[in-house]
């Protein structure tokens, strides 16, 4: 059994910060890519950001130059850091972890960032 614990969502203004975490645990073999996704009120899950296991990062064009994402092997854990918020921004916000030989998903339960004045 393989648990994704998420941390840092919240209620932010525009223009501020959050720092999003998820700590990988349990059952789980190496781990490849990890990633954050979101989904907002009545949209998609869209991709927000990857990294794979040697640090090749991607993001989505909307977060491109303000969000980054991290990872501490040593700890099976990924941040994000959000800056410069915007309220497009409010969603609930998934991890994604990739692992073992075949590559298996696995997902958090998501954590709310709200961003409003």
């Known amino acids: 059994q393989v648990q994704l614990v998420e941390s840092g969502g919240g209620l932010v203004q525009p223009g501020g910060s959050l720092r999003l975490s998820c700590a990988a645990s349990g059952s789980i073999s190496s781990i490849n890519a990890m990633g954050w996704y979101r989904q907002a009120p009545g949209k998609q899950r869209e991709l927000v950001a990857t990294?794979?296991?040697?640090?090749?990062?991607n993001y989505a064009d909307s977060v491109k130059g303000r969000f980054t994402i991290s990872r501490e092997n040593a700890k099976n854990t990924v941040y994000l850091q959000m800056n410069n918020l915007k309220p497009e921004d409010t969603a609930v916000y998934y991890c994604?972890?990739?692992?073992?030989?075949?590559?298996?998903?696995?997902w958090g339960k998501g954590t709310l960032v709200t961003v409003s004045s």
């Open positions: 994604n972890v990739r692992s073992g030989l075949y590559n298996i998903i696995y």
């Open positions: 990294i794979s296991s040697r640090g090749s990062t």
